[in-house]
């Protein structure tokens, strides 16, 4: 059997993990500079945040304004919390002395990392991280510099500075300056993993003070890690920590006074010897150093927290294999319990700046540790389910600490370090009302980019065969590509078989992925066969026999009746025709879902307030009230399968009945029926956009609405020209990202691309395409799984 038609024939399986091409050294290496390079280089840029585009404006942020904060900060130090940004503002710095897997590359060499460190602040913790790099190794410079500088920031989190350097640094920078100072190096790896520490030995029904624990590594991270399980009980006589020269001995000559703090006078020599009836290995170290017999040599219910990256100390498949009763974590994200620095930094130091503490303390450590091994216990939101492909992800041994992209982290580790920055003494302006904090926290987070890591980590959990019905476009190829080697589809290309050829050459796309000529010699039975059964379905409605082959030949009939067939899983075209012309084969064939009068389509448009769902954008040019209905009861359950609570607005020129022409009743009355039959949806209007978006101006208004107080996200149109021209009015001005047309309402999953879709746009959609194809398998699954009940 060829490669080609093991993709297309029904029902049988691609084990896609098997097959996913693996981009090569150079390949990767390139496209990590593209990312960097362009369109602007690097990562981040400042944005203003007050209005500028007036003379009075330039005279407030400039002279003669900008004296008045001046003075008041002249009188009070404290008020350059209240007129700058300061509060928000935390100092990325390195001296590229230890970067990440890299070493001593240099502070230039490490800028990269810094502006990345401060990207991860700024999409997790709406924190504003400046990156600096410090051209000295000198200890006394490099702390004589950042305290030269420290007026500027709120907090100072030091990065990738080599050991034993970076102790010294840290621990006399936190003396004398009276900001947050953290070295992320130590003091994030120990947060997180002594949480997962913390949850393990519960699974394990094992107390910190009776485990013996052993420490492979001991550089920042080891150290510290080290004194934070010793702070949570863990008993100095019970720990041995190992070295690149083995044990570390108390025998041993010229060790360091962090390594003398961990020395032992126990009978130990290697990590062979140290692991025999040991409780827990912590590995901070270099790929694997430990072996299944060691493993084996271990205590009953052994705790591996091998998290050397990017390769462990002993990898993840081996160590479940070796021992069934192993709870396992690693630094990697495509195996249970990541330990991720980013669980911890963003929101230990949004804690610490939001009360102004004047350090991060022990106190906040452990505050942090233990909200993070109490969030693990806690019921997981289905978003987060979702995002990581999980069934329904609870507290066990795959699952002892959260995921990154949980969205309670912001609401709930910020308010521990804050309270134990308050109950410490460190916190310069406490906080008293605790749930409206939560609140401000949530709205800080933002679901600007949520929704799209959402997309892809959903898409890739279970990827789909999907058509590219005009894959000898170069932008099309191109979207195929990503999508193939991201795992979020796999790609079937349609079209002409030479050109497809050239172009992947052109594109260095290499990968064996099933090409098909719709007017080719081999397609030819697939072809006959197709015709027959669009003749047997459409034969009543004008189609001939004749008509049925002619149209086989053009690639969207072909390719929807590939979908139809269950020869692929999903379609998705338009790039290069208008969305009329591609939009009638696929009614043809595919046809409406046997409950739905009416097809629609949705637009997400990603903005800084959180994702907008709008609809109908493509299809409907003026529906009915009954119709508006149904595309919003469609609209809502699309927005509930991307994980969001839809709180819907159906608009209008008009307010709650302000108006009785036709058009504005007509959106009354779909909302009159939306309420009798869906009563259960937050839905309401008619209403104008202006209302329906600003929450404070709508609650003041119409107090009776049931969008009082809510954040609407999806708004309903009253006819195509409105939703069309306000979603391509808001991509075009405000640079919006969007994911649409997205298709509602027919029998398979095929999703019609706007002309001249760009590569991001066809990407997005082909994972819209791969989550449709898994929604619908599971409802089939489900519903099977009734029947034989």
Same mark, same amino acid.
């Given at each position: 059997?060829?490669?080609?038609?093991?993709?297309?024939?029904?029902?049988?399986?691609?084990?896609?993990?098997?097959?996913?091409?693996?981009?090569?050294?150079?390949?990767?290496?390139?496209?990590?500079?593209?990312?960097?390079?362009?369109?602007?280089?690097?990562?981040?840029?400042?944005?203003?945040?007050?209005?500028?585009?007036?003379?009075?404006?330039?005279?407030?942020?400039?002279?003669?304004?900008?004296?008045?904060?001046?003075?008041?900060?002249?009188?009070?130090?404290?008020?350059?919390?209240?007129?700058?940004?300061?509060?928000?503002?935390?100092?990325?710095?390195?001296?590229?002395?230890?970067?990440?897997?890299?070493?001593?590359?240099?502070?230039?060499?490490?800028?990269?990392?810094?502006?990345?460190?401060?990207?991860?602040?700024?999409?997790?913790?709406?924190?504003?991280?400046?990156?600096?790099?410090?051209?000295?190794?000198?200890?006394?410079?490099?702390?004589?510099?950042?305290?030269?500088?420290?007026?500027?920031?709120?907090?100072?989190?030091?990065?990738?500075?080599?050991?034993?350097?970076?102790?010294?640094?840290?621990?006399?920078?936190?003396?004398?300056?009276?900001?947050?100072?953290?070295?992320?190096?130590?003091?994030?790896?120990?947060?997180?993993?002594?949480?997962?520490?913390?949850?393990?030995?519960?699974?394990?029904?094992?107390?910190?003070?009776?485990?013996?624990?052993?420490?492979?590594?001991?550089?920042?991270?080891?150290?510290?890690?080290?004194?934070?399980?010793?702070?949570?009980?863990?008993?100095?006589?019970?720990?041995?920590?190992?070295?690149?020269?083995?044990?570390?001995?108390?025998?041993?000559?010229?060790?360091?006074?962090?390594?003398?703090?961990?020395?032992?006078?126990?009978?130990?020599?290697?990590?062979?010897?140290?692991?025999?009836?040991?409780?827990?290995?912590?590995?901070?170290?270099?790929?694997?150093?430990?072996?299944?017999?060691?493993?084996?040599?271990?205590?009953?219910?052994?705790?591996?927290?091998?998290?050397?990256?990017?390769?462990?100390?002993?990898?993840?498949?081996?160590?479940?294999?070796?021992?069934?009763?192993?709870?396992?974590?690693?630094?990697?994200?495509?195996?249970?319990?990541?330990?991720?620095?980013?669980?911890?930094?963003?929101?230990?130091?949004?804690?610490?700046?939001?009360?102004?503490?004047?350090?991060?303390?022990?106190?906040?450590?452990?505050?942090?540790?233990?909200?993070?091994?109490?969030?693990?216990?806690?019921?997981?939101?289905?978003?987060?389910?979702?995002?990581?492909?999980?069934?329904?992800?609870?507290?066990?041994?795959?699952?002892?600490?959260?995921?990154?992209?949980?969205?309670?982290?912001?609401?709930?580790?910020?308010?521990?370090?804050?309270?134990?920055?308050?109950?410490?003494?460190?916190?310069?302006?406490?906080?008293?009302?605790?749930?409206?904090?939560?609140?401000?926290?949530?709205?800080?987070?933002?679901?600007?980019?949520?929704?799209?890591?959402?997309?892809?980590?959903?898409?890739?959990?279970?990827?789909?065969?999907?058509?590219?019905?005009?894959?000898?476009?170069?932008?099309?190829?191109?979207?195929?590509?990503?999508?193939?080697?991201?795992?979020?589809?796999?790609?079937?290309?349609?079209?002409?078989?030479?050109?497809?050829?050239?172009?992947?050459?052109?594109?260095?796309?290499?990968?064996?992925?099933?090409?098909?000529?719709?007017?080719?010699? %081999?397609?030819?039975?697939?072809?006959?066969?197709? =015709?027959? /059964?669009?003749? @047997? $379905?459409? &034969?009543?409605?004008?189609? #001939?026999?004749?008509?049925?082959?002619?149209?086989?030949?053009?690639?969207?009939?072909?390719?929807?009746?590939?979908?139809?067939?269950?020869?692929?899983?999903?379609?998705?075209?338009?790039?290069?025709?208008?969305?009329?012309?591609?939009?009638?084969?696929?009614?043809?064939?595919?046809?409406?879902?046997?409950?739905?009068?009416?097809?629609?389509?949705?637009?997400?448009?990603?903005?800084?307030?959180?994702?907008?769902?709008?609809?109908?954008?493509?299809?409907?040019?003026?529906?009915?009230?009954?119709?508006?209905?149904?595309?919003?009861?469609?609209?809502?359950?699309?927005?509930?399968?991307?994980?969001?609570?839809?709180?819907?607005?159906?608009?209008?020129?008009? %307010?709650?009945?302000?108006?009785?022409?036709?058009? =504005?009743? /007509?959106?009354? @009355? $779909?909302? &009159?029926?939306?309420?009798? #039959?869906?009563?259960?949806?937050?839905?309401?209007?008619?209403?104008?956009?202006?209302?329906?978006?600003?929450?404070?101006?709508?609650?003041?208004?119409?107090?009776?609405?049931?969008?009082?107080?809510?954040?609407?996200?999806?708004?309903?149109?009253?006819?195509?020209?409105?939703?069309?021209?306000?979603?391509?009015?808001?991509?075009?001005?405000?640079?919006?990202?969007?994911?649409?047309?997205?298709?509602?309402?027919?029998?398979?999953?095929?999703?019609?691309?706007?002309?001249?879709?760009?590569?991001?746009?066809?990407?997005?959609?082909?994972?819209?395409?791969?989550?449709?194809?898994?929604?619908?398998?599971?409802?089939?699954?489900?519903?099977?799984?009734?029947?034989?009940?």
């Amino acid at each position: 059997m060829k490669r080609v038609d093991r993709f297309i024939l029904k029902g049988n399986t691609l084990t896609f993990a098997k097959d996913i091409y693996h981009m090569g050294k150079d390949k990767k290496r390139r496209e990590a500079l593209i990312y960097h390079a362009k369109p602007t280089p690097g990562k981040i840029k400042v944005v203003p945040t007050k209005p500028y585009s007036t003379q009075r404006d330039l005279a407030l942020a400039y002279s003669p304004g900008v004296a008045e904060p001046c003075l008041e900060i002249a009188k009070d130090v404290e008020n350059v919390y209240k007129y700058t940004a300061k509060g928000n503002l935390v100092a990325v710095i390195s001296n590229g002395t230890a970067v990440l897997g890299l070493g001593d590359i240099g502070p230039e060499a490490s800028k990269p990392v810094m502006e990345g460190k401060s990207l991860l602040f700024k999409i997790f913790a709406d924190i504003d991280g400046i990156d600096i790099e410090v051209d000295t190794k000198d200890i006394d410079k490099f702390i004589e510099t950042v305290k030269a500088i420290a007026p500027t920031f709120g907090g100072i989190n030091l990065e990738d500075i080599k050991a034993p350097e970076a102790f010294e640094i840290e621990r006399r920078l936190k003396e004398e300056l009276d900001i947050p100072v953290m070295h992320d190096d130590q003091h994030g790896t120990a947060i997180i993993s002594a949480a997962a520490l913390l949850n393990a030995l519960e699974l394990a029904k094992k107390k910190i003070e009776d485990v013996r624990i052993v420490i492979s590594g001991a550089g920042a991270a080891a150290i510290s890690c080290t004194k934070l399980y010793k702070a949570l009980g863990a008993k100095a006589g019970n720990i041995i920590m190992l070295d690149s020269k083995g044990v570390i001995r108390r025998d041993r000559e010229n060790l360091s006074e962090e390594k003398l703090e961990f020395s032992t006078e126990r009978d130990f020599h290697d990590l062979k010897d140290s692991l025999k009836d040991a409780d827990v290995f912590i590995g901070l170290s270099i790929a694997d150093i430990m072996t299944p017999a060691m493993l084996k040599s271990m205590a009953e219910n052994p705790i591996v927290f091998a998290m050397a990256n990017p390769d462990p100390e002993i990898k993840y498949s081996l160590a479940v294999k070796t021992r069934k009763d192993v709870i396992m974590a690693t630094g990697r994200s495509d195996h249970p319990n990541q330990v991720n620095n980013v669980l911890g930094f963003p929101f230990i130091f949004r804690g610490a700046l939001d009360v102004r503490a004047t350090k991060i303390n022990e106190e906040m450590k452990m505050a942090a540790v233990k909200a993070l091994a109490r969030l693990a216990k806690q019921p997981v939101p289905e978003q987060v389910n979702i995002a990581y492909g999980e069934t329904r992800l609870t507290f066990g041994r795959e699952y002892i600490i959260p995921k990154p992209f949980d969205p309670r982290l912001i609401s709930e580790i910020p308010p521990a370090v804050a309270k134990a920055a308050i109950e410490s003494g460190v916190a310069k302006m406490p906080i008293t009302d605790w749930e409206k904090y939560r609140e401000e926290l949530l709205q800080r987070s933002g679901d600007d980019n949520k929704v799209m890591r959402l997309l892809m980590s959903r898409a890739k959990s279970n990827p789909k065969r999907i058509v590219f019905a005009e894959a000898d476009q170069l932008d099309v190829l191109k979207a195929a590509q990503i999508a193939y080697e991201e795992g979020i589809a796999m790609p079937i290309l349609l079209g002409n078989t030479e050109v497809i050829k050239e172009l992947k050459k052109e594109l260095e796309f290499d990968a064996e992925v099933p090409i098909i000529d719709q007017y080719g010699q %081999n397609s030819y039975e697939k072809r006959m066969y197709y =015709a027959q /059964k669009y003749w @047997e $379905a459409r &034969r009543r409605n004008g189609a #001939t026999l004749y008509s049925a082959k002619s149209r086989m030949r053009e690639r969207n009939y072909f390719g929807s009746m590939m979908v139809l067939e269950g020869d692929a899983d999903g379609m998705i075209s338009g790039y290069s025709r208008s969305y009329a012309t591609s939009i009638k084969p696929v009614f043809e064939v595919i046809g409406r879902a046997s409950n739905v009068s009416k097809a629609a389509t949705v637009h997400i448009m990603i903005t800084s307030r959180g994702p907008l769902f709008l609809a109908d954008t493509s299809i409907n040019i003026d529906p009915s009230a009954e119709e508006l209905a149904e595309i919003a009861v469609m609209t809502a359950n699309l927005a509930k399968a991307f994980s969001f609570d839809p709180v819907m607005a159906l608009l209008s020129y008009s %307010n709650f009945g302000s108006s009785n022409h036709p058009h =504005a009743s /007509k959106v009354k @009355e $779909a909302v &009159r029926i939306l309420h009798e #039959t869906h009563p259960e949806l937050v839905v309401d209007g008619e209403i104008q956009t202006d209302f329906a978006l600003n929450r404070e101006l709508h609650e003041s208004q119409f107090p009776f609405s049931k969008l009082a107080g809510k954040k609407v996200n999806t708004l309903i149109f009253p006819n195509l020209e409105a939703a069309n021209i306000t979603y391509k009015l808001l991509k075009e001005l405000h640079a919006a990202d969007t994911i649409g047309p997205i298709m509602l309402g027919l029998k398979r999953p095929v999703h019609i691309l706007q002309l001249g879709a760009s590569v991001e746009e066809m990407v997005n959609m082909t994972a819209v395409a791969v989550i449709d194809a898994q929604e619908r398998e599971k409802r089939r699954n489900a519903k099977k799984k009734q029947n034989k009940q």
